[in-house]
């Protein structure tokens, strides 16, 4: 048997030919005996059959292989054929060759014959005109025999049925010899699924640039009808393009012809893909004008508080505008710090904002900006020297400044070396000076900055597990080393006793706790501790977060 394997070795070779005489196929692949085949070469040499070759219609000669197998050959110096087109992949070749014998199908006839016979009551087409598979085009050498042709308001139509699989070079072969004649093709495919992705209806697609793929309508009764397939695209609710197949029943009267690409399409995807885009486009660029026209005026309104903020008390207009800015959606914010560009361009300014407080109101603006975290803030950034925190302290007409340096850590500011100096300096006259520097030290390692309103509520606490963690007593009139009295203080005082697995356990951890006992010769710890393990109270779970944020070796 000679098949795909056989195209190879006899190069140029065709597996099937048309007897002119007998009407039929001879298809090579149905002859199984050496006899079968001698018998087909006598009947050659007997001239009792005429062979033609299906897809180009030049003569064919049978000749035979070394082991008596027949094949069939075009002459030499044949015209161009697409079967024996060297250039063509082999997986093409036999698709190709697929297709073309496919068109003698039983379906494929019938199709043939029922779109002929409906072009006959078409509006529109010259009876007379209309071939069903018996018209020759020939055209400089080069023949072909369309499955139905006829005379269209004055154009040339030509149908061609699809049933396989083709190859592209196939679909190009056909369009490329209509197109260059004058000749309109349009093919019809049939129980082609498109959205099973295969390859026949993206190939056509792609030939026809306007994605519309045919079908012979069944339901055709008066006049010749296709199913048009073809990709409909609009403007969704969200302002973008989108696209879906979709199919109309049409006439040939809903039809357009394209006299340059000599193409038929029903539905011109790539004008309305154009127009859509076009539309889109304009779009944008309108509601990024009207973005940035809002965006503006809000930016403007923020300088306008600034600038009142010097004369009159703004507290109630910033806290309206803060709560405009909070609604504003993604974009919008995008394009408030592009204007206002603090991060970037101004990195100073809030530096310098600080620094220029005078009072409550312009403290108040400050406040708006810090608390404001849609607006980007280079929190960080020096102005002459000194950073957000040193300018909060130093800038005696700011009243409540802890509230603004709360802000600051919100705002994920790290304390620095200089901060903790200028902390000590400012403090000066404070009773424990190391305490204070503690408090912000505590807010700066939060990573919760929630917690930062809970440190006051807990502050005793937090001063124990601090000195012990630091090695060093803080927040307590004790010497930094006088590691009994802080363990006698705190083992006595009832307050610490809710919090006492965490005290004792922080201490063992930090190794304060031997420090204790090993200073503890009176024995006066370990009395008291033995009271408070008799009488222990419930712990006070409520701090765990809090120490667990702070202190996450313990595991608490
Ligand atoms: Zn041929």
């Not at 006899?35 to 003569?59: A, D």
């Amino acid at each position: 048997m000679i098949g795909l394997y056989a195209m190879k070795k006899y190069e140029n070779s065709i597996e099937f030919a048309f007897d002119k005489f007998s009407n039929k196929v001879l298809d090579i692949n149905d002859i199984k005996t050496q006899k079968e085949g001698f018998e087909i070469r006598k009947q050659y040499s007997e001239n009792s059959i005429e062979l033609y070759c299906c897809e180009c219609h030049q003569k064919l000669t049978v000749s035979s292989s070394k082991k008596d197998n027949i094949h069939f050959k075009h002459k030499p110096n044949h015209s161009y054929c697409l079967l024996t087109d060297n250039s063509i992949s082999c997986e093409d070749n036999k698709n190709n060759h697929k297709a073309v014998l496919i068109k003698e199908s039983p379906r494929h006839k019938k199709l043939k014959n029922k779109i002929g016979n409906l072009l006959k009551v078409t509006k529109g087409v010259d009876v007379d005109s209309i071939c069903i598979d018996n018209k020759f085009i020939e055209r400089n050498g080069e023949k072909r025999k369309p499955d139905v042709f006829c005379e269209y308001n004055g154009k040339k139509l030509v149908f061609e049925i699809q049933l396989s699989q083709l190859s592209l070079s196939y679909i190009l072969s056909r369009y490329d010899f209509y197109r260059k004649n004058g000749f309109y093709l349009i093919w019809i495919l049939d129980n082609l699924d498109i959205t099973k992705k295969n390859n026949l209806t993206r190939d056509i697609k792609y030939q026809n640039t306007n994605q519309n793929l045919f079908y012979l309508d069944e339901n055709s009764d008066n006049q010749l009808r296709l199913i048009c397939k073809y990709k409909k695209v609009w403007i969704n609710k969200k302002n973008c393009f989108q696209e879906q197949w979709c199919d109309s029943s049409i006439f040939l009267d809903n039809l357009k012809f394209d006299n340059k690409s000599f193409q038929v399409f029903f539905y011109d995807y790539d004008q309305h893909k154009y127009d859509i885009e076009k539309q889109i486009k304009q779009f944008q660029i309108q509601q990024q004008r009207l973005l940035e026209r809002k965006i503006k005026s809000i930016k403007m309104e923020i300088e306008d508080l600034k600038k009142k903020s010097e004369s009159e008390f703004v507290f109630d207009k910033l806290k309206k505008l803060s709560e405009k800015i909070f609604q504003l959606n993604n974009n919008e914010i995008e394009e408030l710090n592009k204007q206002l560009n603090l991060y970037h361009g101004y990195p100073k300014a809030l530096n310098k904002w600080i620094t220029m407080i005078k009072d409550n109101n312009t403290a108040d603006f400050v406040q708006f900006i810090l608390q404001c975290t849609k607006i980007e803030l280079n929190i960080n950034k020096l102005f002459d020297g000194k950073t957000v925190f040193q300018a909060v302290l130093l800038n005696d007409n700011i009243c409540h400044k802890e509230k603004l340096i709360k802000e600051l850590f919100k705002r994920n500011y790290s304390l620095t070396e200089n901060d903790r100096k200028e902390c000590l300096q400012y403090a000066k006259f404070c009773f424990d000076k190391k305490k204070e520097v503690l408090k912000y030290e505590v807010f700066d390692r939060l990573s919760e900055k929630r917690f930062m309103d809970d440190f006051y509520n807990y502050e005793r606490l937090l001063h124990v597990i601090e000195s012990a963690k630091k090695k060093e007593i803080v927040g307590f009139k004790y010497q930094s080393q006088k590691w009994l009295d802080f363990g006698n203080n705190i083992v006595i005082n009832k307050y610490y006793h809710q919090y006492w697995q965490y005290i004792e356990y922080a201490l063992k951890y930090y190794g304060a706790w031997n420090n204790i006992l090993e200073l503890d010769k009176k024995g006066t710890f370990k009395r008291y501790l033995q009271d408070v393990y008799n009488n222990m109270p419930i712990q006070n779970i409520e701090v765990v977060e809090l120490l667990n944020d702070l202190y996450p070796e313990l595991e608490l």
